[in-house]
């Protein structure tokens, strides 16, 4: 079933607007510029804003309420106030809402190093799927599909099948930049190894898990939480045969970075035999966040 029609559950809403897909929020920070010129970052802000807001991402025809929350909080670490190069690192977030409720589940959060782009004052973003234009046309995009193919991952299982495809097209039209972050020897945490992870047959357990853990898991809790609750600690010995096997993965660790701290708050009222096996599980999986899980044996 595709997005589309979940969200039509959550929102009740039958009236049919036209809209794109993000609801991108975009934020520039430059604590280290000394430069009195900063008018230029409010202008890339509007363009960025511009790009991911105002294009169409998916294939389904969304409605303003159905758009995907996203934050992306961009620190200038280097630039000398005049010049179009920018030294930039990037934390982007995404979240979807959860069945019945007022909360959102975080789905990704990324940090990006190597967020380095040009763009001079006034210029337009522009993109193409079929080659590679500028480093921040192709970031923008390749993470604008990544964050829809997850949120569709989260509503159908292998719903994020098609983005994660676009995605790729942009990693291999960017194979020849002089920008880091899309070659595999370029580090173990980039976005190539991103889009690899989230292509990659060996890791389809864990999109499935996204939306099990969703649809079976958070989008129950209202109703019945002892019933989402369950579904949530059945999950988690899957990702612990996986992680035997692709210790260290970053599409593990990826998740883990988005849930760690709403597990230990889902799991808090679960039976203790629950909350024992969840702690005995996160604990070794994810040691990096060993020091929340404390709470769930309490």
């Not at 789905?107 to 190597?114: C, F, H, R, T, W």
């Not at 193919?149 to 983005?163: A, E, I, W």
């Amino acid at each position: 079933m595709k997005r589309f029609w979940i969200i039509l559950l959550l929102t009740c809403s039958f009236q049919v607007v036209k809209a794109q897909d993000l609801n991108a929020r975009i934020q520039i920070l430059a604590p280290k510029i000394q430069s009195a010129n900063k008018r230029i970052l409010d202008v890339l802000k509007t363009a960025m804003s511009d790009f991911l807001n105002g294009r169409k991402w998916s294939n389904d025809a969304l409605r303003p309420q159905e758009r995907i929350d996203c934050n992306w909080v961009i620190t200038i670490t280097d630039w000398d106030g005049s010049s179009p190069n920018f030294k930039a690192e990037a934390q982007i977030q995404s979240s979807r809402p959860v069945y019945n409720t007022s909360y959102n589940s975080t789905i990704l959060n990324l940090s990006d190093k190597n967020f380095d782009f040009y763009y001079a004052e006034g210029q337009a973003i522009d993109f193409s799927d079929q080659n590679y234009i500028s480093n921040l046309s192709s970031l923008l995009a390749f993470y604008a599909n990544v964050i829809v193919g997850m949120d569709y991952d989260s509503f159908s299982k292998m719903g994020g099948t098609p983005y994660y495809a676009k995605a790729q097209n942009i990693l291999n039209n960017a194979q020849n930049s002089a920008n880091i972050g899309w070659k595999a020897f370029e580090g173990l945490r980039n976005r190539f190894w991103l889009i690899e992870n989230l292509n990659n047959k060996s890791f389809l357990p864990i999109r499935e898990a996204l939306y099990t853990y969703h649809r079976n898991g958070l989008d129950e809790m209202a109703d019945n939480p002892t019933k989402g609750q369950k579904s949530i600690v059945e999950l988690l010995p899957e990702f612990e045969k996986l992680d035997q096997l692709k210790q260290g993965a970053m599409l593990t660790q990826l998740f883990f970075t988005a849930k760690s701290d709403e597990l230990v708050d889902v799991l808090q009222n679960a039976s203790a035999q629950g909350k024992m096996q969840a702690y005995q599980i996160l604990s070794k999986i994810d040691p990096t966040n060993a020091a929340k899980y404390e709470g769930l044996k309490k």
